[in-house]
Every structure is written in C-alpha cells, then in structure tokens.
C-alpha cells in the first residue's frame, strides 16, 4: 500500500534562517506531488505541484521554493525564513490528473 | 480558473442533528469534486469524491454528497449528526483541464453541541 511521510512533525526557526521540509511517498510510481499551506482562517493554499522529476509549478510568489530530485521525493525549501512563512504545511500526492489527493500529516511551522 | 467556494465558517449543530456543508464550484470543464475532513494538527481524510459517475455520493462516516450541475454545487450531508464528527472540512475541485492541480476551499469548522 502507498504511505507518504512528511517531516518534521513541528519546527521553530528564526527569522532569516533557512528551511527545509522533506516529503516521501511509497509504494506508488511517478506520483503528482503538491506543497499546500494553511493558516489560520484561510483554507488550504496550493504553494507548488510537481507532475514529474524536476517539474515544478509555483502557484503563488513567495519566499519559497520546491525541488523534486527523485520521483517519490519532494522538498519545500527558503533561504531566509519571514514571520509571514509560519503556518501548516501539508504535503500531498495523487496518482494523476481527475484524482483525490493523499496527504501527510503535516509539518507546524513557527518562525519567531 | 477552478475554484471553490465553502459558505460559512463555521456550523454548530446539535447532536443527532441534520448537517449541511455547503459547496460551490466553479470550473468550465467538467469538475472532479472531493470532500475532505481535517482532526486538529494532522493532515486531511477523503471523505468522498464525485468523479462524472453517479450524482449522489456515498462516503465513510455516514456522510454523502450531491452533485449538481445546474447550481453548481456539491453540498455535504449526514443525517445524524455526532460528537465525534466536530473537524474542519473541506470542499475541494480538478478536472482534466487542471494539469493536475487541486484547489481547495477555505473550510468549514462543523461544531457539535451535546
């Protein structure tokens, strides 16, 4: 069966610090593979999706950036962290276009 | 562009109560629909999806949704409301046209009083 694994579970950092939040799934090949974030009150925002190693989408501009360096792995990256970054960041996966999303169990991240 | 709308914030029903989560899309292609519950800090549920089959949705915990076109709408429902079932949720659109993107709505935190 497939799982996803998504870590770490809760992060402080500085402001101006670097980020680094990692996403695997298992058990499933070439997955579509999506960044969201959620803050409070605001839903689920799409921060970036990957249909293929090395195919990134950004959706909105920002301090972020993802990286997809294997076919089962996805990265959410910043050079220097703002106040403004802090939030849930899921990630998820589907197995292609018209289908539901699975997704980790999320990543509480605090910057102060 | 594909959206979601999710009227109100927040729903307090009373146990045993009727509940209604209401969902509005709107795509120009035929829309893939998913409802999804989130319990406090861990990630999201599929509840149920509408994939162009059946109109009427069946999905896990007694809830069940109906697609329909002519609204546009793809509300959320269970007779019965109980305890266990307080959570956000939420409504959720792609179709084939979406390149694989998911947009979500911004949900709805369904409270329920003893």
């Known amino acids: 069966s497939q799982t996803i694994h998504q870590w770490p579970a809760t992060l402080v950092q500085p402001v101006g610090s670097p980020l680094s939040l990692e996403c695997t799934v298992e058990?499933?090949?070439?997955?579509?593979l999506y960044w969201y974030r959620q803050a409070a009150g605001r839903g689920l925002q799409l921060l970036f999706y990957?249909?293929?190693?090395?195919?990134i989408s950004s959706e909105v501009p920002q301090n972020l950036s993802a990286s997809r360096p294997q076919d089962r792995q996805f990265i959410l990256s910043s050079k220097k962290l703002l106040l403004s970054d802090s939030g849930f960041y899921l990630c998820?996966?589907?197995?292609?276009?018209?289908?539901?999303?699975?997704f980790g169990q999320g990543t509480r991240l605090t910057v102060v | 562009a594909q959206s979601v709308t999710q009227l109100g914030s927040h729903v307090s029903v009373s146990e045993g109560a009727l509940v209604l989560l209401r969902c509005n899309y709107s795509?120009?292609?035929?829309?893939?629909l998913f409802w999804y519950v989130q319990y406090p800090n861990q990630g999201l549920q599929l509840l149920l999806k509408?994939?162009?089959?059946?109109?009427l949705v069946k999905g896990i915990n007694g809830f069940e949704a109906e697609f329909k076109k002519s609204e546009t709408s793809f509300h959320l429902t269970k007779p019965s409301a109980h305890m266990s079932d307080a959570a956000e949720y939420f409504c959720?659109?792609?179709?084939?046209?979406?390149?694989?993107?998911?947009?979500f709505g911004s949900g709805t935190r369904l409270s329920i009083r003893p």
């Open positions: 998820a996966w589907s197995v292609g276009v018209g289908t539901e999303a699975f």
């Open positions: 959720a659109v792609t179709s084939y046209s979406s390149a694989s993107k998911i947009i």
């Open positions: 795509s120009s292609v035929p829309p893939y």
């Open positions: 509408y994939t162009s089959a059946a109109t």
């Open positions: 058990g499933t090949s070439n997955p579509n």
């Open positions: 990957s249909v293929g190693i090395g195919q």
